[in-house]
């Protein structure tokens, strides 16, 4: 099927609360009034709960209880608000598919946000960014899967969708892989133009041209974030690690395969937002 056929298909794009779209489209805004955001997120119900659920989390370590939406918003801060609804968002927007178990899918996905956005300081990339396009990196499978069920459920029987063969495998079958989907589903989306660019070039970061550093990092987040996943020994870990990306961003291995946190660790108190 090819790509402009699959995005026609009426059950392949999932649909994303306008509240999201809206933070979407702030990300080159400096300041939007904390009443203004409180209003928007507090016009849906199913944010508003995991937002305030993830306010009075451990992990906030708040000393009181926050009981609205504009004192979350003021205890959170912006960045964090926006980073966490879209995450939310994405999330909600997709139903269980044949083929894909969603509960490690979405870990899977959160894993990689967190790892990118750890990387990205040390890269000098955008923070927020690179979370939201490591959230988003495999999102092109779900696409995918929900408008193409029976070709993709024979090609899960030779590759999962953390199996490093995969991408090849897609594009031998359909002349295009998740990667490309993802892009093209942020471009409809209306996400910035270098977190398009990053998704479409994350898979193979060092043949894009120009240079994106954010999708090299997210080529290692996703690395890390799918060993983790397949449970593989440090040695295995070691002899994986895509080195040769991490050079072109000047990242030092050490920094990547011993001074990362557990992935668990970065991710704490975020599940909230995805589950």
């Known amino acids: 099927m090819r790509l402009e056929t699959l995005f026609k298909q009426p059950y392949a794009l999932p649909a994303i609360p306008k509240v999201v779209h809206e933070l979407i489209a702030s990300f080159e805004q400096e300041d939007i009034p904390v009443e203004a955001l409180s209003n928007k997120l507090a016009a849906d119900a199913v944010l508003t709960a995991k937002l305030l659920r993830m306010a009075n989390s451990t992990y906030f370590h708040v000393s009181k209880t926050v009981g609205t939406v504009q004192d979350a918003v003021l205890m959170l801060g912006f960045m964090n608000v926006r980073t966490l609804v879209i995450s939310s968002g994405l999330a909600a927007a997709n139903k269980p598919l044949p083929g894909i178990d969603m509960k490690h899918f979405w870990r899977y996905s959160l894993h990689t946000a967190v790892a990118a956005r750890w990387l990205a300081g040390p890269a000098g990339v955008n923070s927020e960014l690179a979370f939201t396009a490591g959230l988003m990196n495999a999102i092109g499978e779900l696409v995918m899967h929900a408008g193409m069920p029976a070709e993709m459920l024979e090609l899960s029987k030779h590759a999962d969708t953390l199996d490093a063969r995969r991408p090849d495998m897609e594009r031998t079958s359909f002349g295009y892989d998740h990667s490309a989907v993802s892009a093209e589903l942020a471009r409809q989306w209306k996400f910035p133009a270098d977190l398009v660019e990053a998704l479409r070039g994350c898979v193979d970061p060092l043949s894009v041209a120009p240079a994106s550093r954010l999708a090299a990092v997210i080529h290692i987040a996703a690395w890390r974030a799918r060993a983790d996943e397949k449970g593989l020994a440090q040695e295995e870990i070691d002899a994986t690690f ?24 970065l991710a704490e108190g975020l599940e909230a937002m995805v589950n």
């Open 242 to 265: 895509p080195a040769a990306v991490a050079e072109s961003i000047g990242l030092a291995p050490d920094l990547v395969l011993r001074r990362m946190p557990a992935l668990s660790a």
